[in-house]
């Protein structure tokens, strides 16, 4: 199992301290959300990194930011160490070469009046030049294969609205691969598919993990799907990271009290944001987010430690981090004790995805 000290290679792809605010609208408004807070991250070849939270914690924020699609508030992206800020639309576009993003919803993201050929011609040509003839046509057979749609012939001349909608994610991953990408950024890709078909897609996901040795960031609010995907699971709550490690420890062991309560609780998010919402009050405003430890309006445990400061992201075992001053030295740290107690059991579910 991996873990940040046995890392094999310098990251393809990093996230320092990224933060993003977005100004409320409203006239002479100064106040801002804040979507992102002080965020590292690291993805590296051939691992996937998995980013999980309840809605609005600022997981898609993550992601296009690390497209590029919008400018960060402060921080820094690095692309095999160096500033990738692209200036200009031709450093965009390398950079979009390199660094590809796939959407929750398939259906909106492939165009309905163009055939697969035509959305895959078209990502080819825009990241590998005008291809034609017999080249063009063993591109198209190539990706499609890559994502597993054979016999190929049958699928290249469809419109996305004769295909299922795993069928047409599996062209939207196809689409992105024709860049060759170093980095697959993906929001949501299995949630708004059928039960029984999210196992291909992931497996898919792994497949080009391993194959292709691409680095993935997998978003979900699915933590189970993240322990059967992803290399590393980073948690995060109201913008900020709380807790980072190898997908195995993270959920098994959980360690920040809000993961805890992720994990154990309940598997369904809506379930468990009804839940700690009943038991603790609203989840907290990104305007006026809570000082100190931004969970500490619904943590069972909070000390006023906890509500005058930020609790850094500590080691808390081998690869792992935790922020939480429960694990600190500090006076007037709070006592961990059992979430469970606090909140109400749950039965675990175990399977993740089938
Ligand atoms: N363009 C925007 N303008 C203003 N606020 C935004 C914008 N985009 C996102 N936000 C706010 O930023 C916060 C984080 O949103 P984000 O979409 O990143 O959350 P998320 O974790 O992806 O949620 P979900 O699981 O529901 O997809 C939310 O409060 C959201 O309302
Ligand atoms: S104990 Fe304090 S620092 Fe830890 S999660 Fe609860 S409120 Fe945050
Ligand atoms: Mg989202």
């Given at each position: 199992?991996?873990?940040?000290?046995?890392?094999?290679?310098?990251p393809?792809?990093?996230?320092?301290?990224?933060?993003?605010?977005f100004?409320?609208?409203?006239?002479?408004?100064?106040?801002?959300?804040?979507?992102?807070?002080d965020?590292?991250?690291?993805?590296?070849?051939?691992?996937?990194?998995?980013?999980?939270g309840?809605?609005?914690?600022?997981?898609?924020?993550?992601?296009?930011?690390?497209?590029?699609?919008m400018p960060?508030?402060?921080?820094?992206?690095?692309?095999?160490?160096s500033?990738?800020?692209?200036?200009?639309?031709?450093?965009?576009?390398?950079?979009v070469?390199?660094?590809q993003?796939i959407?929750?919803?398939?259906?909106?993201?492939?165009?309905p009046?163009?055939?697969?050929?035509?959305?895959l011609?078209?990502?080819?040509?825009?990241?590998?030049?005008?291809?034609?003839?017999?080249?063009?046509e063993?591109?198209?057979?190539?990706?499609?294969?890559?994502?597993?749609?054979?016999?190929?012939?049958?699928?290249?001349?469809?419109?996305?609205?004769?295909l299922?909608?795993?069928?047409?994610q599996?062209?939207a991953?196809?689409?992105?691969?024709?860049?060759?990408?170093?980095v697959?950024?993906?929001?949501?890709?299995i949630?708004?598919?059928?039960?029984?078909?999210r196992?291909?897609?992931?497996n898919?996901l792994?497949?080009?993990?391993?194959?292709?040795?691409?680095?993935?960031?997998?978003?979900?609010?699915?933590?189970?799907?993240?322990?059967?995907f992803?290399?590393?699971?980073?948690?995060?709550?109201?913008?900020r990271?709380v807790?980072?490690?190898d997908?195995?420890?993270?959920?098994?062991?959980?360690?920040?009290?809000?993961?805890?309560l992720?994990?154990?609780s309940?598997?369904?998010?809506?379930?468990l944001?009804?839940?700690?919402h009943?038991?603790?009050?609203?989840?907290?405003?990104?305007v006026?987010?809570?000082?100190?430890?931004?969970?500490?309006?619904?943590c069972?445990f909070?000390?006023?430690?906890?509500?005058?400061?930020?609790p850094?992201?500590?080691?808390?075992?081998?690869?792992?981090?935790?922020?939480?001053?429960?694990?600190?030295?500090r006076?007037?740290?709070?006592?961990?004790?059992?979430?469970?107690?606090a909140?109400?059991?749950r039965?675990?579910?175990?399977?993740?995805?089938?």
């Amino acid at each position: 199992m991996s873990n940040e000290a046995h890392e094999p290679e310098s990251p393809v792809l990093q996230a320092v301290r990224l933060s993003k605010h977005f100004p409320v609208r409203g006239i002479r408004s100064k106040d801002v959300v804040h979507a992102v807070d002080d965020v590292d991250l690291e993805l590296h070849r051939g691992r996937v990194v998995a980013l999980v939270g309840e809605s609005g914690s600022g997981k898609s924020t993550i992601a296009r930011l690390l497209a590029q699609l919008m400018p960060p508030t402060s921080g820094t992206i690095l692309l095999h160490g160096s500033d990738a800020t692209a200036r200009g639309r031709r450093a965009f576009r390398r950079y979009v070469g390199r660094v590809q993003m796939i959407f929750q919803d398939p259906f909106g993201s492939l165009n309905p009046v163009h055939t697969v050929r035509y959305t895959l011609t078209r990502s080819l040509r825009i990241h590998r030049g005008r291809l034609r003839g017999h080249e063009l046509e063993a591109a198209l057979d190539e990706l499609l294969d890559r994502v597993q749609l054979r016999p190929t012939e049958r699928y290249v001349d469809k419109y996305p609205h004769e295909l299922s909608g795993g069928q047409r994610q599996r062209v939207a991953i196809a689409r992105a691969l024709a860049a060759n990408p170093e980095v697959l950024l993906a929001d949501e890709p299995i949630s708004m598919l059928d039960v029984s078909i999210r196992l291909g897609i992931l497996n898919l996901l792994k497949d080009l993990r391993d194959r292709l040795r691409i680095a993935i960031l997998y978003i979900t609010h699915d933590i189970a799907s993240a322990r059967y995907f992803a290399d590393r699971t980073m948690v995060m709550y109201a913008g900020r990271v709380v807790e980072t490690g190898d997908s195995e420890s993270v959920t098994q062991d959980p360690r920040h009290p809000y993961t805890q309560l992720l994990i154990r609780s309940a598997p369904d998010p809506d379930d468990l944001e009804a839940r700690a919402h009943g038991a603790r009050g609203e989840a907290p405003s990104l305007v006026r987010p809570p000082s100190g430890c931004r969970f500490n309006p619904r943590c069972p445990f909070a000390t006023d430690l906890c509500r005058a400061e930020v609790p850094p992201l500590e080691t808390v075992g081998e690869g792992r981090k935790a922020a939480c001053w429960g694990y600190s030295d500090r006076d007037g740290r709070p006592e961990l004790g059992s979430v469970l107690e606090a909140f109400g059991e749950r039965p675990t579910v175990e399977e993740p995805v089938a």
